[in-house]
Every structure is written in structure tokens, then in C-alpha cells.
């Protein structure tokens, strides 16, 4: 059964704080995102990484940054957090190519005070 | 424009009717389509993928329409369980991305 792992399902911050969200998968994919999802907006793509040590800016990376030093475990920053940045965040992975379905791990709320 | 297009309802429907989604998408040269299913705070996951020929899957049916640029989802005999957001998506061309739609709430009713 395929499965991504997200390192929590809640997640209290205060401004300007580092901030580490951890996903791990466990079915070998090559490809690896990060999503954040707000009301009224959907998912909109973070950051991309379709190898190790590889990434790429979705449409919405600023205030984050990425790290993926082994395959099956993409990790997200946020240097220094936000208010703004106060989301679900939705890890998710599929083998190379799009036309492949993404699996999601079951996300992380993350709250900024 | 935005890249992919949905009304965001919901649409409350009683059990047993069918409903039918629609959702346009602005570049022509997407290839791959797909619906996802997310339930109430919960992770999205693949309902179907979207072929050309049109695919049905049980109870599900998907129609692409190139030239008009839009996806539809039908769902006939509409279940309780059927309650939940449903999500158009389409691929980036050119990327190993994909664009979600906001999302279309469907609530059925007994």
C-alpha cells in the first residue's frame, strides 16, 4: 500500500520562527512537491523536486525554501514564518513523467501567531 | 485567466439524482487530465484519470473536450459517500506539473 507521511498533522508557530515540515514516501517515487492550500484558492504548487538534491520553484515559493538529500524524504523551511503562511500543507510524490497520479500524505496545518 | 476553471457550488442534490461538473482549462496544449476526490480534511486522491475516448468507472463518468478546452465528471445515482470536493486537474506543458482547480462541493442528501 503506498503511503506518504507527513512529520505532523498540527503545527503551532510563532512569527518568526524556522520552521521544518518533513514528508517521507515510501514507494520510490522520483518526483516529490509540496502544496499549500488555502480556501478559495486550491492547491498552488511550493517547490518541486524531481530528484535528489534537485528542486524547482513552483508559483508560489517565496518565504520557503526546500531541502532533498535522500529519495524518498523532501523537507519544506519556512526561515522565517508568517502570518501569511498560515495554511494546510500538502506533501505529495509520483513517479517521473505527469501523466502519473500524485499521491498526498495527509497534510499539516500549520498556525502562525 | 486561470489556468483551470470550476464552479465551486456546492451542489446539494438528494440521493439516487445525477449530477454532472464541468471545468474549462486555457492552455490547449495540456495532456494529461484528471479528477481527484477530497474529502473534508482530508488528502486529495485520484478518482479517475480523463481520456479522450471518454472512460467510465462505475457509477463516474469522464468526457474530455479538446476544442472547447473543458472536462466534465458525471455521477449517476449519487451516494451519501459521494459528499466531498472534486477537483479538475490538468498537467503544466512542458513540466512535470500539475494545476488543480479549486474544487466543486457536492453535498447529497437522503
Known amino acids: 500500500d503506498v503511503k506518504v507521511t507527513q512529520s505532523s498533522r498540527y503545527l503551532v508557530k510563532r512569527t518568526g520562527e524556522k520552521v521544518f515540515l518533513e514528508c517521507v514516501q515510501d514507494m520510490d517515487h522520483e518526483n516529490m512537491f509540496w502544496y499549500r492550500q488555502d480556501p478559495g484558492l486550491g492547491l498552488r504548487l511550493i517547490y518541486f523536486?524531481?530528484?535528489?538534491?534537485?528542486?524547482e520553484k513552483g508559483d508560489i515559493p517565496e518565504g520557503y525554501s526546500v531541502s532533498r538529500e535522500k529519495k524518498e524524504r523532501f523537507s519544506l523551511i519556512l526561515e522565517s514564518a508568517s502570518t501569511n503562511q498560515t495554511s494546510m500543507y500538502l506533501c505529495?510524490?509520483?513517479?517521473?513523467?505527469?501523466?502519473?497520479?500524485?499521491?498526498f500524505g495527509p497534510g499539516t496545518r500549520l498556525t502562525v501567531t | 485567466r486561470k489556468e483551470v476553471e470550476q464552479d465551486p457550488g456546492p451542489f446539494n442534490v438528494p440521493e439516487g439524482a445525477t449530477v454532472a461538473f464541468n471545468c474549462t482549462y486555457s492552455n490547449s496544449a495540456s495532456q494529461s487530465f484528471f479528477w481527484y476526490r477530497q474529502d473534508c480534511r482530508k488528502e486529495p486522491k485520484l478518482l479517475m484519470s480523463v481520456y479522450s475516448s471518454g472512460n467510465e468507472d462505475g457509477r463516474f463518468t469522464a468526457q474530455l473536450n479538446r476544442a472547447s478546452q473543458y472536462i466534465s465528471l458525471l455521477i449517476r445515482d449519487s451516494k451519501l459517500s459521494d459528499s466531498a470536493t472534486y477537483l479538475c486537474v490538468v498537467n503544466r506543458p512542458g513540466f512535470q506539473k500539475l494545476v488543480f482547480g479549486t474544487g466543486t462541493r457536492l453535498l447529497v442528501s437522503p
Open positions: 505529495a510524490s509520483n513517479k517521473a513523467g505527469a501523466s502519473y497520479e500524485q499521491y
Open positions: 523536486s524531481y530528484d535528489v538534491k534537485m528542486k
